[in-house]
């Protein structure tokens, strides 16, 4: 028993209850078997939650850590980044900026600009609208973000206009519609953990991420 409860301390033996986020590429599940690779007898509690509900579980003790994605600043929390992905654009196969390889946004300031409701997702809204004030544009509003896939259809078959993204589940593919990757800014995601020394089961996971970022 003294054995389990050094193994307990030192992060060898321990359950990891982390609220969790679609990456792209599988991140999260490449992560969680480098995990199990550096501490193998530590049982991993995935839970999928909504933003506030995950921030509220990590401050409760309810959750170990979560990953976060965009957000600024979490009261009571600190907030360690973990990785960085780029952001895309969709635009109108036919649109002269549909030739270049990469776009500023710079270059859309005169485009549409169909953005979900901010709260739909505020941290992405926040950093979309921080940057294209940064960037010293304000493109007009665009038709209403529906869901992505329908959104994706409007911009190929209506009136000129574009929406920005992170990926998911791979790069979408859709008919009259053209994805160009985005100079600036890219999205960074973040492990929100309570402040302090991390628990051993949590410097696992920050040896983990970093085996894989």
């Not at 078997?33 to 839970?47: D, F, G, K, N, T």
């Amino acid at each position: 028993t003294r054995q389990v409860a050094a193994d307990v301390r030192a992060g060898a033996d321990g359950v990891l209850r982390l609220g969790t986020v679609h990456g792209p590429g599988d991140r999260v599940y490449r992560v969680l078997s480098e995990l199990a690779a550096v501490a193998p007898r530590v049982q991993v509690r995935p839970r999928r939650m909504a933003l506030p509900e995950r921030l509220s579980a990590v401050r409760s003790g309810e959750l170990d850590a979560a990953l976060v994605r965009a957000l600024a600043d979490a009261p009571d929390l600190e907030l360690l980044p973990v990785w960085t992905d780029p952001l895309y654009v969709a635009l109108p196969a036919d649109h002269p900026l549909a030739d270049r390889p990469a776009l500023d946004l710079a270059n859309l300031a005169d485009l549409p600009l169909r953005l979900a409701p901010r709260e739909d997702n505020p941290p992405f809204h926040d950093l979309i609208t921080g940057a294209c004030r940064t960037a010293g544009i304000a493109p007009p509003p665009g038709p209403p973000f529906t869901t992505f896939q329908e959104t994706l259809t409007d911009i190929g078959a209506g009136t000129p206009s574009w929406t920005v993204f992170y990926e998911v589940a791979g790069l979408p593919e859709i008919p009259r519609v053209t994805v160009r990757p985005l100079t600036a800014p890219a999205m960074t995601t973040f492990l929100a953990v309570t402040p302090g020394p991390p628990v051993p089961t949590v410097r696992h996971l920050l040896e983990a991420l970093i085996r894989t970022t």
